[in-house]
């Protein structure tokens, strides 16, 4: 089927306005013999200020966020000696430079060293979602500059695709995690005692997403604007890792404190997930954690979808 797309533009277009999709109208049937008039038309006008994100046009285009995902990650394995193995290579070799060198250090005590590498790759492989997550898409309309200049789509699309593409890796990654879990049950180092919050996991890893697509898709903007950023995030990717408790026993904290540090998106969602998968006896699950900084992951998704929206308009002109 042919679409014949038609845009209207003012004659001084205003560096507030934004060009959308407007109402599309399809014939009943087309055939060969069919007028030009009666083909399917649609027109795009530009609008100015802030705009929410367009459901039902993400909606429209699921089919194409469904092959950019996919097309990410064929590209990401694509002719490789490892493969998906890469997948699990990153947080296990973290894991093992953590319990090897860094482990008294991070506040280990005597009662976790033999089970401790669990502790720190339970910890690890959220976090390596959560981090690649946000670097992939911090530079996914940069790396899509051809198709952002030529064809008109949601740009949202993009960094949501990024993001998608990692749920393979750590859905990988996660067979990992269990095959670790059933190794220590068998020599009887730890044996899990999930609890009834274990049915809390999809939530973590659903607000590990928002948190990521949200932080990714402000940071994808940014980049597009200032290069600079590009260099920025990998660099404060890292230094956000110490400051999350993926590697560290949690100790007492006070009201003030704990707040403070349920801040970080990825503080309560990634402790919980451990709790949930792991059991009690390693970590307490800690629903106030979890509800702020799920909270600060919603905030942060609606602030930098906002922006997004605000500032994509220009993208093909400064890519």
């Not at 695709?161 to 990988?172: K, M, P, S, T």
């Not at 904290?253 to 309560?268: D, E, I, K, Q």
Request: hydrophobic letters at 55%; charged letters at 15%; a neutral charge.
């Amino acid at each position: 089927m042919m679409t014949i797309a038609s845009e209207t533009m003012p004659e001084t277009p205003s560096s507030e306005d934004e060009v959308g999709p407007a109402d599309v109208a399809v014939p009943d049937q087309l055939s060969g013999d069919t007028p030009l008039d009666n083909f399917p038309v649609t027109v795009f006008q530009r609008r100015s200020g802030w705009h929410w994100i367009d459901l039902g046009e993400l909606w429209r285009f699921r089919e194409l966020l469904f092959f950019l995902t996919w097309r990410d990650i064929k590209v990401r394995y694509k002719q490789t000696v490892l493969g998906a193995a890469w997948a699990v290579l990153q947080p296990f070799a973290t894991m093992v430079v953590f319990s090897l060198v860094l482990g008294r250090a991070a506040g280990m005590d005597s009662s976790m060293e033999q089970y401790y590498p669990l502790f720190v790759f339970a910890g690890i492989l959220p976090w390596t979602f959560f981090a690649n997550a946000i670097t992939q898409a911090s530079q996914s309309v940069v790396g899509n500059e051809k198709l952002v200049t030529k064809i008109y789509f949601p740009r949202l699309i993009i960094p949501m695709a990024a993001v998608g593409a990692g749920l393979l890796d750590f859905a990988i990654a996660f067979g990992m995690l269990l095959a670790m879990m059933i190794y220590y049950a068998l020599t009887r180092t730890y044996v899990a005692h999930p609890e009834w919050y274990i049915v809390m996991l999809p939530v973590t890893i659903v607000g590990l997403m928002i948190g990521a697509l949200g932080i990714g898709t402000l940071f994808s903007a940014l980049t597009v604007a200032y290069r600079d950023f590009r260099y920025v995030v990998p660099f404060a990717v890292q230094l956000w890792l110490f400051a999350t408790t993926s590697i560290y026993q949690k100790a007492p904290l006070s009201p003030a404190a704990r707040l403070l540090m349920s801040l970080n998106p990825a503080y309560g969602l990634i402790a919980n997930f451990r709790a949930a998968i792991l059991g009690g006896e390693i970590d307490i699950y800690d629903v106030y954690s979890l509800a702020v900084s799920l909270s600060v992951s919603v905030l942060l998704l609606l602030a930098g979808c906002l922006y997004f929206r605000r500032v994509e308009r220009s993208f093909a002109d400064i890519i």
